[in-house]
């Protein structure tokens, strides 16, 4: 039976991955391939159909997880991505968001004639703004429409800014990111300490060798390109004109960061604790009254808030569809007995905890560069690793924080992630060639990355 288990198991990652690849719809994939695992282990008599109550029936049961997967997820995590979502598309439509990156990418006109420092410097940049727009593609484009501009003008070649413009999505970090809300629920934290006890003391030291490896990096793929005759860099661009809001408005997007983390238990500045989600409808509430004086016009100011329900229900049929899908896809792998099976081989060959650790993450992060997703990697492998943790004797959070930041590193080494192609189209180049300057880089990064996290953690 163990060898059928392991076949199982090798086949169906293998066939979902491959679909994944493939650009098949991953909701669907996912689900199907769980609910088939799910039915298989139960017709082989390997683990039973279990749902939270039984249908009296093993083929309704079957469906009955699905339900119960899609009632659990929606009511814990899905409503706070949604809220996230309404709320980010909501500061896009009164162009909030325009105000915060004029006023963000102000410090790089000072840095011209120094082209791959001032490249390099968008990263810290981009991934402080990607706190606030969580989204890879959409931040990519804003930042597109934004700093590849001024990139452009002061001499920066195209592939050099484009892939700077991807670094600065590869960590899903903060309150605001989807894989952050999923990590510090299976991790069963909250999700404010998560970030800034656990995510930041990693972030920084690695995203300051990230830098430095895109400075070199860039360098020499620009200098091979001139070699080749190849022309690196664009015509030059006319300035980023002021948004047409006043610039009072770039706070808006970031007061959910601020409200949050100034009122979380990990300051503790006062006796105040509220979820993502309150702090997210207290804040559009704060942003309508603004509106409101701003427009002096009722109806104006609530078509422009319906962009919050709108927002809502993108990330419902994007993001989380794609949470309760992954869960099922984890319930099916866990019915074939994977995580006794990894334990097992691991343990049969004196691996411990940390070769484990690093196996998952290398897993997840090659999962990412194949589907092009990090939240789909890390959705899929990352409820497996509470109970893999629990079979070690360590800590959940030591295995799960590697993993949930190098997803997002290796979904920027796909030629087929959203970011990359959406940038890449804009500009008329060819996304693996982005995803081939993020590879080197990221390969370094997740390397130090986990050394750096055997270390303090």
Known sequence: MVVTEIILCCLFIAVTSWLLFKNYNPQWVLLFAGILMIAIAAILGITPVSPSQSTGSTIFDVFKIIEDKFLTSIVKLGFMIMTIGGYVA???RIKATDAMV?????????????????SVMVIPIGMILYLTTPSASGLGLLLVSTIYPILVNLGVSKLTALSVISAATIFDMGPGSANTMRAAELFQSDHVVYFIGYQLPLVIPVTIVVMIVYYFTNR???RQDIKKGKQIYAEQIGNVDKPEVPLLFAFLPVMPLVLLIVLSKYVGLFDINISTALGMIVCVVITAVILLIYKKNLKQTLEMLRSFWDGMGSVFSSVVTLIVTAEIFAVGINSLKFIDLLVMGTSSVGLGAVVITVLMTITVFFSA???GSGNAAFFSFGPLVPEISRMFGVSTISMLLPMQLCAGMGRATSPIAAVNVAIARIVGVSPIEIAKRNMFPMIIGSGFLLILHFIIN
């Open 102 to 118: 004029y006023i963000a990418t102000k410090p790089l006109s000072f840095l011209k004639g120094k082209t791959y420092l001032t």
């Open 90 to 92: 909501l500061m896009n």
């Open 220 to 222: 020499y793929f620009d």
């Open 369 to 371: 560069t194949m589907i």
